[in-house]
């Protein structure tokens, strides 16, 4: 079995800054590319930011200059510092991974639960 756990999300007030960790465990051989996206009320669900196994990452045209992922391999864990955040960023945040299993030969998806940021004054 593969998890994800997310962790460090909450209230914050406009331009303040959060930092997400999603930490993957289970039998997991590798792991390609892990990534954020969110969903706000109403809203269908997009990519906020996206990192490779080598450190290449890709955001959202939205968070670009505000938003940073960052990855530990050792750990299997990802980050994303979220700094002079908006009302606008307020949404569920999912972390996502392409995962190789042991004694799998293809990768599956996987999501965490998703943890709550709200911008709000």
């Known amino acids: 079995q593969v998890q994800l756990v997310e962790s460090g999300g909450g209230l914050v007030q406009p331009g303040g800054s959060l930092r997400l960790s999603c930490a993957a465990s289970g039998s997991i051989f590798s792991i390609n590319v892990m990534g954020w996206y969110r969903q706000a009320p109403g809203k269908e669900r997009e990519l906020v930011a996206a990192?490779?196994?080598?450190?290449?990452?890709v955001y959202a045209d939205s968070v670009k200059g505000r938003f940073t992922m960052s990855r530990d391999n050792a750990k299997k864990t990802v980050y994303l510092q979220m700094n002079s955040l908006k009302p606008e960023d307020t949404a569920v945040y999912y972390c996502?991974?392409?995962?190789?299993?042991?004694?799998?030969?293809?990768?599956?998806?996987?999501w965490g639960q998703g943890t709550q940021v709200t911008v709000s004054s």
């Open positions: 990192i490779t196994n080598s450190g290449s990452t």
């Open positions: 996502h991974a392409n995962i190789h299993k042991y004694g799998i030969g293809y990768a599956n998806d996987y």
